[in-house]
């Protein structure tokens, strides 16, 4: 079982940054891959970033590419995603999530975090 815990949302003008954290319980996140999706007003959930157990490979949905980074620190059980260049559009509730299957992980991930909001100003 994996618990996560999504922190560091909040409102950002234009242009500006956050840094989303999602820490998670248990001794098993290594073995996770980690991911995030968002969900804007009256839209679907979809996939942002994803990030293989050990960090090495990192994947990225077309709309964030260059702008979004996924990084873990697997000694504090944390998955971030450092978010630059924010613009209204990416105003959404983030979410973390897990799977140890890389597929899975972007599709229907088995764990998930109870979501983080950001909202960005024009």
């Known amino acids: 079982q994996v618990q996560l815990v999504e922190s560091g949302g909040g409102l950002v003008q234009a242009g500006g940054s956050l840094r989303l954290s999602c820490a998670a319980s248990g001794r098993t996140f290594s073995s996770n891959a980690m991911g995030w999706f968002r969900q804007a007003p009256g839209k679907e959930r979809e996939f942002v970033a994803r990030i293989s157990w050990t960090g090495g490979t990192t994947n990225y949905a077309d709309s964030v590419l260059g702008r979004f980074t996924i990084y873990r620190d697997n000694d504090k059980n944390t998955v971030y995603l450092q978010m630059n260049m924010l613009q209204p559009e990416d105003t959404a509730v983030y979410y973390c999530?897990?799977?140890?299957?890389?597929?899975?992980?972007?599709?229907?991930?088995?764990?998930w975090g109870q979501g983080t909001q950001v909202t960005v100003s024009s």
């Open positions: 999530a897990a799977d140890r299957d890389w597929v899975a992980v972007t599709t229907t991930p088995a764990y």
